[in-house]
Nanobody, 123 residues
Framework: QAQLVESGGGLVQAGDSLRLSCAASGHTFSNYDMGWFRQAPGKERDFVAVWSGGTIYYSESVKGRFTISRENAKNTVYLQMNSLKPEDTAVYYC??????????????????WGQGTQVTVSS
């Protein structure tokens, strides 16, 4: 059974940086799209970034500030978040899905999810 575990969230000030980690187990995820999503209170879960077959895609709201990376040897994907803004406050989730076409941008396309990690950015 595949399992994803996020870590690295916290409370920071605007302009600060955080790096989130997502450790995957139970599968070899090299053939999987690995995505990051976020959900603010009262809002839908939104796409942030995805690593799809070596190609990377970002939402417009984070492009230039966030960087997704992947370390296959550790079955881990990272989300480096720089120049954080209060509107980045959300629970951040990593997700995985076997890649047949892709990239995948919507939550319903993903099969495996982590438990989420809270990121709070104060102004």
């Amino acid at each position: 059974q595949a399992q994803l575990v996020e870590s690295g969230g916290g409370l920071v000030q605007a302009g600060d940086s955080l790096r989130l980690s997502c450790a995957a187990s139970g599968h070899t995820f090299s053939n999987y799209d690995m995505g990051w999503f976020r959900q603010a209170p009262g809002k839908e879960r939104d796409f942030v970034a995805v690593w799809s077959g070596g190609t990377i895609y970002y939402s417009e709201s984070v492009k230039g500030r966030f960087t997704i990376s992947r370390e296959n040897a550790k079955n881990t994907v990272y989300l480096q978040m720089n120049s954080l803004k209060p509107e980045d406050t959300a629970v951040y989730y990593c997700a995985a899905v076997r890649r047949y076409s892709g990239p995948y941008y919507t939550p319903r396309e993903y099969l495996y999810w982590g438990q989420g990690t809270q990121v709070t950015v104060s102004s």
